[in-house]
């Protein structure tokens, strides 16, 4: 079993939890890190994108010139791609990017993204993330003193303190325990969790099947 210290707002250590290897300590796997964060940011895409076709764009349908006679081409629309302000030819239409991922590798991907802040130090876990109040410089200056100004807070959906408390820091996000993701994790150079968080993490990543997708030879 790894070992995790467990600090308060103030910085100071309150004390040790021990992890599951199984999630905070598995082989590190980049290729599926990279796998997972594609697939993300392409479901995040709008695919709103759309050009005009010749059949769509505004322009006379009149034919430019008689077919014979005059020395050119024999162009029967302007409204065709070589001319301009005509319609494009095979242009960007409306679409969805987003494309499939098995739950075992976004599952793999999410242990090995924990198992890299865990080795590396850069995961936190705060004894208790509630707030007595909403205001960002409270939670500004302990980020401060943790030695995270810039980081991912994770806790339960329900802190309405602390998700308003992070709203105007430009550096910091907060992140529902529900929601958390290898996407998420990696954009921020800190994780800080709650305990409470941090063992419902490990009670759904510890729930799924551990092994590893098979590697294709």
Do not use: C
Not at 72 to 77: D, K, L, P, V
Not at 104 to 113: E, G, P, Q
Not at 144 to 168: E, F, M, Q, Y
Not at 188 to 212: H, M, N, Q, W, Y
Request: hydrophobic share 40%; aromatic share 4%.
């Amino acid at each position: 079993m790894a070992k995790l210290i467990v600090k308060d707002l103030t910085g100071a250590q309150v004390g040790e939890i021990d992890v599951a290897d199984a999630v905070f300590a598995v082989p590190v796997r980049e290729h599926l890190l990279w796998e997972v964060v594609r697939y993300q940011r392409a479901a995040r895409r709008a695919g709103t994108h759309s050009t005009q076709t010749r059949a769509e764009v505004s322009i006379t349908g009149k034919k430019l010139h008689k077919q014979k006679g005059t020395g050119g081409a024999r162009h029967g629309s302007r409204r065709a791609n070589i001319f301009r302000g005509g319609g494009q030819v095979f242009g960007p239409k409306p679409r969805n990017y987003a494309f499939h991922v098995n739950k075992k590798v976004m599952a793999s991907a999410l242990r090995t993204a924990l198992t890299l802040r865990a080795k590396d130090g850069d995961l936190v876990v705060i004894r208790d993330l509630q707030l007595s109040a909403i205001k960002t410089k409270t939670i500004a200056q302990a980020l401060t003193t943790l030695g995270a100004p810039k980081a991912l807070l994770v806790d339960a959906g329900d802190n309405k303190n602390l998700r308003l408390s992070t709203r105007n820091l430009t550096s910091a996000s907060f992140l529902d325990v529900r929601g958390l993701n290898v996407y998420d994790i990696l954009r921020f150079p800190k994780l800080l969790i709650s305990e409470t968080s941090l063992r419902a993490v490990e009670a759904r990543l510890s729930g799924a099947k551990s092994d590893a997708p098979k590697e294709v030879a």
